[in-house]
């Protein structure tokens, strides 16, 4: 694929990865791209490299535009190697007059590289470096996610090349948000986030006003990975004020692991009481669905109830697993509870419910608990919860409780 314009000048010289699946951690079913990005001026400027394995896809794109050997400035705009996993070689080939960074970003690239003397030009927030006609002025964006992260902004293009920021894991032969399904790249951006940014939703959100402070004028946002956002870059930016908020909707998960199905009919139970008060839910089975697509679907979700069988006086692997993942992006405001079955000790509900607490998850009861093979009564008690959980997530008191109509 060719190299393309995205501004007068500006070229996308980055690399697609169809077959990437996992990205430490995170499921990428459909691939992802490293972007690059050439600018052409007086000082010719290639912002960010590609994962090592890619570079001779980056080097051949800028080959169709110029000579690499003509850059003068290499920006390093995030030092996590999909991005400067090329950075050793591309300053080899390019004997660039200076290597831009942040304070930070000097530091992560010593220790990454031990690079000798390469010729560090260390930027820090406000600071412009001037390429010609075109001017770069740079933003640190400390932990977002890396420390070493900023971004760029050129001022005379409205473009803000925005690192990991506002990105996708998507590989596509389209570079830009209106030539695809709107749809399906808000899913990609809202999974980005969910996995990669929940955690430090405050600093976004400082990120976001800063942004506005400075009077940025945007007319398109370039991120690292995915699609570029020309059409509307104003509707992702809403998004990351959403999402950076957590703003929940009416929505709740049931998300289980089973042993021999008796958890699997409690959560079934539990999703009729969450419907019995009106919240809509979704039962994700942890053998079927990734972690880090529950994140994605947990990112609008105000209930969380989640249920293991007791196996070894723990939890199921499974649980364990998104138990450990999700306390680490730190999702907020929830309500939820716990629930499952055991043979003898019965420590799962136990152990699930401790957890949610440290995550600060508002919990509605100590959860539910079921000897083996749930009877209609253990049902009934499941349906009671999912009602618990619905009204606490729709906030209203909880009414007296009721038998579970139906099965
Ligand atoms: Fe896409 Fe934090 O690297």
Redesign the pocket.
């Known amino acids: 694929m060719a190299p393309v314009e995205i501004k007068k000048d500006i070229y996308w010289v980055g690399a697609l990865d169809w077959n990437v699946r996992d ?1 430490h951690g995170y499921s990428t079913p459909k691939g ?1 791209s ?1 972007n690059a990005y050439l600018v052409i001026d007086e000082k010719i400027t290639l912002f960010d490299t590609v994962k090592k394995p890619f570079k001779n896809k980056l080097i051949e794109r800028i080959s169709e535009i110029i000579d690499p050997r003509r850059i003068d400035y290499l920006v390093v705009n ?6 400067s996993g090329s950075v050793p070689e591309i300053v080899e080939l390019i004997g660039p007059e200076k290597v831009v960074c942040s304070p930070m970003g000097k530091k992560a690239l010593i220790d990454h590289f031990n690079p000798g003397n390469w010729p560090f030009h260390v930027v820090e927030t406000g600071q412009t470096l001037k390429l010609g006609k075109k001017t770069v002025s740079f933003l640190e964006t400390r932990m977002l ?2 420390p070493d ?1 900023m971004m760029s902004y050129l001022p005379e293009d409205k473009l803000l090349l925005s ?2 920021g506002f ?1 996708q894991h998507w590989a596509a032969s389209q570079r830009f948000d209106d030539e695809v399904d709107s749809a399906e790249l808000y899913g990609h951006a809202a999974k980005y986030y969910a996995n ?1 940014l929940l955690l430090f939703s405050p600093l976004v959100q400082k990120l976001l006003a800063k942004v506005a402070d400075m009077g940025l004028d945007i007319d398109m946002i370039a991120p ?2 995915g699609i570029i956002w020309r059409k509307d870059p104003g509707g992702i930016i809403q998004a990351y004020q959403r999402w950076s908020r957590q703003e929940c909707g009416r929505k709740a998960l049931v998300i289980y692991d089973t042993m021999w199905q008796a958890t699997e009919m409690m959560a079934s139970a539990v999703g009729d009481g969450l419907k019995e008060e009106g919240l809509d839910f979704k039962l994700l089975n942890l053998k079927l669905n990734h972690r880090s697509d529950i994140m994605a679907e947990m990112l609008d979700t105000k209930a969380l109830v989640l249920g293991s069988p007791t196996i070894n006086n723990g939890v199921m692997p499974a649980m364990a697993d998104l138990l450990s993942y999700m306390k680490g992006l730190r999702p907020t405001g929830k309500v939820g509870a716990a629930f499952g079955s055991y043979g003898w000790s019965g420590e799962a509900v136990k152990i699930i419910s401790e957890t949610m607490r440290e995550m600060n998850i508002n919990l509605v009861s100590d959860g539910v608990r079921v000897k083996y093979s749930p009877r209609k009564e253990d049902l009934d008690r499941c349906f009671e919860l999912g009602r618990q959980v619905a009204r606490a997530a729709l906030g209203v008191d909880a009414g007296p409780s009721q038998a579970r109509v139906g099965n």
Request: no cysteine.
């Open positions: 990205f992802t490293y995030h030092v996590e190697k999909d991005h996610h890396w992260s690192s990991d990105g990669i690292d990975h």
